[in-house]
């Protein structure tokens, strides 16, 4: 995926027409462009401001009967449309050594020991992939969420260590709670993408939610001179979660990289 891609495709990845594979080629050349990163910001806030202000109007009902009816029959009569242009712009080679991660990933997602309820669901969550909503710097989100997550909701930085790119944000939910999810873009450290890695980070109020898993004390600071800080990990499908709560605020981290890893990741972004 270049930068012309990215500006050719812009809208229906905005829109959410991507499938996982699609998305995940889109994101990776996202979290090493800046220029492109402000492009899909620009265009969600833009989309989302324009859906605010138009009203979405009433079809009469039949008319939906109608046109699944004419769906069917295109259907069965094999003279459906055809797969849209985009689809065709991406390479093949590229999307079939991403769908063989995406195989390998998923049979390694097999072997399932029983994790705690928030562990699973910020999983489930996490391997969903869906689109952001909105897009761009921490700014942008912070200000978006504002009403929809009873907490104030400031991104951590865990591209400090310039590996982990904020993509962008969606409201999720966890606990039964409405949650911020952040997307981060695992990069190489110079910038460029390193591969389909992403770590989901949930936003919530921790308010009577117990924080389950293994407990892990680490020290924060530059060179862990500062407090410490309780950590609780856990695993399901293959995937790491980590969890602390600051001041009220529950922070769920979630990813495909390793316990150890992620645990790196999070101290590094508390330092
Ligand atoms: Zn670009």
Not at 199 to 208: I, L, P, S
Request: with cysteine; charged share 25%.
């Amino acid at each position: 995926v270049t930068c012309a891609d990215v500006e050719k495709l812009v809208h229906p990845y905005v829109d959410g027409e991507f499938d996982t594979v699609e998305r995940v080629a889109f994101e990776a050349h996202l979290a090493g462009c800046r220029t492109c990163r402000e492009l899909v910001g620009f265009q969600t806030s833009f989309k989302a401001s324009l859906r605010a202000r138009v009203r979405r109007p009433e079809p009469p009902p039949e008319l939906r009967g109608r046109i699944l009816g004419a769906l069917d029959q295109a259907d069965a009569a094999g003279d459906g449309p055809a797969p849209p242009l985009w689809r065709r712009a991406i390479p093949l080679t590229a999307l079939a050594a991403i769908a063989a991660a995406v195989a390998l990933f998923v049979g390694t997602s097999l072997s399932s020991r029983a994790a705690s309820p928030i562990v699973e669901e910020a999983v489930r969550g996490h391997e969903k992939h869906l689109p952001v909503e909105v897009g761009g710097t921490e700014e942008n989100v912070k200000s978006w969420m504002v009403g929809k997550v009873s907490v104030p909701v400031r991104p951590p930085r865990i591209d400090r260590s310039a590996r982990a790119v904020l993509v962008g944000a969606r409201l999720h939910h966890l606990r039964n709670r409405d949650a911020a999810q952040l997307v981060y873009r695992i990069t190489d450290g110079q910038g460029r993408p390193g591969g389909d890695a992403q770590v989901t980070v949930y936003v919530f109020d921790a308010e009577g939610v117990p924080l389950e898993g293994r407990r892990q004390v680490v020290m924060t600071g530059r060179g862990g001179a500062g407090a410490a800080r309780e950590l609780y990990t856990g695993e399901s499908h293959g995937h790491s979660v980590v969890l602390y709560r600051d001041r009220g605020v529950g922070y769920a981290f979630t990813s495909d990289m390793g316990p150890e890893e992620l645990i790196r990741l999070v101290s590094a972004s508390l330092d």
